[in-house]
């Protein structure tokens, strides 16, 4: 919709040649001019609302006007309107001519409806017979759009992002809103997940030793394994894709034997399994709460998307592995548990 309160355009007056200037001819005075466009102003206003949805109207006043009271050399003259709240005054820089639309038209166009003219175009014909003038204006399209309807202006509002693009080298040239906080603690997060993948991958290498031979919990632990590993990886993905460092870090070795005389081995690591995914769940909370403090709604939507829901859905399925082991107890019952999952291949 354009604001039929802003009116832009031109005034053009062609130069006369000399030859056709009368000396001695009658001048119009300044007010005189100045009223005769005070009234077609009204006349291209009450035009616009009578037929708002014309491509362009051309509106000709058959009226001799005499011009020469207005200095000579005036060729262009650029048209600016005032605020709505007085009179739209279309003045001139090089002249003290104008041209007023009354507040009674001001207000008509407003209560036109978005179909009112987006510019207009008064010029006057040097003729020497007929002194006319004309004006014209062209309506609202799609290529038409007042000043007033710009919410975006992106060469001045990229200025302050230019400012911020890095020239030094080994700066990264798409990080934005992206903390130094946020980095290190994804950097964390990827040490705790190829932490737990260590772990998981001792379990696996234990459980296939010939004299325990326990094929499906030795299955499940290398998937589970390569699932933190991926989790790892995914991590190391986003923090390059936010500008970030990849700094990996030491890791703690971990246990190579898993009996236990009281629980048995199967038992005794799925336990320690459970743990291990639920403060993992908890370090992955805490980075979205991170994610959260800083502001960054994107590192928050990739936690939770990419994480939290196959964490929980983890924690569930060892919680019941824990219980069925536990249930069983030690000798045929655990290996009967570990024959179900290999034949059902669940990771």
Known sequence: MVNPELVTGTMSFPHAPPTEINPNRPRVPSSTARNLFFHLADLISLYAILQPSSNYAIVTVLKSLHFHSLSPTLSTMPLITSSP??????????????????????????????SGPSSVRVSKRNNAAVHGGSMSFASTNAHSRSIVDVVFEPFEEVKKELLLVPTYPHDSLARQKYTDQCEKAINDQINVEYTVSYVYHAMYAYFSRDNVALNGIAKFFKDSSDEERQHAEKLMEYQNKRGGKVKLKSMLLPWSEFDNEEKGDALHAMELALALEK???????????????????????????????????????????????????????VWHFDKVLLDAGVA
């Open 85 to 114: 709240s007085s009179s739209c005054s279309i003045t001139s820089q090089t002249t003290s001519f104008g041209l007023c639309f009354s507040p009674s038209i001001i207000s008509a166009l407003k209560n036109s409806g978005g």
């Open 279 to 333: 403060l993992n769940n908890e370090k992955l909370l805490n980075l979205h709460t991170l994610a959260e403090e800083n502001k960054d709604a994107h590192m928050a939507d990739f936690i939770e998307s990419e994480f939290l829901t196959e964490q929980v859905e983890s924690i569930k399925k060892i919680s019941e592995y824990v219980a069925q082991l536990r249930r069983v107890g030690k000798g045929h019952g």
